[in-house]
C-alpha cells in the first residue's frame, strides 16, 4: 500500500519516526513560513498557539492524493495538544484526507491518552504515541507500521 509519512518535527524528536520509515513510506516534511524560534519565547508562543487552536503559515505543497493509499500524519504534542503546523496541514487537508486510510503518531514528553485532535476530525484510527525517551527505539516505529498491513 502506498503511503505517505507529513511530519512536523522542532526538536528533531518527530524526525526520527521519518528516518525509521525511510525506504519503507515517501516523505513530507511540513515546514514553517515563520519561526517559533528557541528558548523560553518559543515555549510562550508555542504553547499560546497550541492551546487556542491557532493556525500557523505553512509552505504550500501540492500532494498528488491519488498517488496514495494511506496517509500517516507525525506530529510532536504541545500542551496536550497537536502543534499548529500539523493543525493547519489538517485544516487545509483535511477533504482530501478523509478520503485515506490514516494512521497517527504522536511524540511527547509524557504519555498521551487521548488523540482528540485527530479523532475529532477523523474518528477513530490506527495510532502511535510515543515518549521523547522512547523515541530513540526506531524498532518501534517499524513494528508499528507493519501491523497497519495486517
Keep these: 500500500m502506498k503511503t505517505l509519512l507529513v511530519y512536523f518535527s522542532n526538536k528533531g524528536h ?6 525509521a520509515l525511510a525506504g519503507q513510506v515517501d516523505v513530507l516534511k511540513l515546514e514553517s513560513l515563520k519561526p517559533f524560534g528557541s528558548g523560553f519565547f518559543f515555549n510562550l508562543k508555542a504553547s499560546f498557539a497550541a492551546m487556542t487552536g491557532a493556525s500557523w503559515p505553512l509552505k504550500e505543497y501540492n500532494i498528488d492524493y491519488s498517488a496514495y493509499e494511506r496517509i500517516i500524519l507525525a506530529s510532536p504534542i504541545w500542551v496536550s495538544r497537536i502543534n499548529p503546523l500539523m493543525r493547519t496541514f489538517i485544516k487545509a487537508n483535511a477533504e482530501q484526507l478523509k478520503t485515506k486510510k490514516l494512521a497517527f503518531i504522536t511524540v511527547s514528553g509524557g504519555p498521551l491518552t487521548s488523540f482528540g485532535d485527530f479523532t475529532k476530525v477523523f ?18 516505529v517499524t513494528a508499528w507500521y507493519a501491523t497497519l498491513s495486517e
Design 14 to 19: 518527530t524526525a526520527k519516526v521519518a528516518e
Design 123 to 140: 474518528g477513530e484510527q490506527p495510532s502511535l504515541n510515543l515518549w521523547s525517551k522512547t523515541i530513540k527505539e526506531p524498532n518501534l
